[in-house]
């Protein structure tokens, strides 16, 4: 089991800035992807990032440039660092780990407003 618990989202303004977090707990030695999807209001949730437990990183088109996807073992965190907001950004960002036995968990979410 793993338990996932996202922070970090809120309203910001058109061009700024925001960095997600994801609290991982319990047994997270068998995670080998970590994701950060998201929904927005009407729209089927997509894929923004992954990153593999070696490293490799994967981002939707319409993030590359702006969004980095990084982790910290130590701390057993997920990030996804958001620059140059859109508005089309708003949505509910979730979290998501794949562990060995191809099992997935989900955090709650978080909402990110860009909205002048």
């Known amino acids: 089991q793993v338990q996932l618990v996202e922070s970090g989202g809120g309203l910001v303004q058109p061009g700024g800035s925001l960095r997600l977090s994801c609290a991982a707990s319990?047994?997270?030695?068998?995670?080998?992807?970590m994701n950060w999807y998201r929904q927005a209001p009407g729209k089927q949730r997509e894929l923004v990032a992954g990153?593999?437990?070696?490293?490799?990183?994967n981002y939707a088109d319409s993030v590359k440039g702006r969004f980095t996807i990084s982790r910290d073992n130590a701390k057993k965190m997920v990030y996804l660092q958001m620059n140059s907001l859109k508005p089309e950004d708003t949505a509910v960002y979730y979290c998501?780990?794949?562990?060995?036995?191809?099992?997935?968990?989900w955090g709650k979410g978080t909402l990110v407003t860009v909205s002048s």
């Open positions: 998501n780990v794949m562990v060995i036995g191809n099992r997935d968990y």
């Open positions: 319990g047994s997270v030695s068998n995670i080998y992807l």
């Open positions: 990153l593999t437990s070696l490293g490799s990183t």
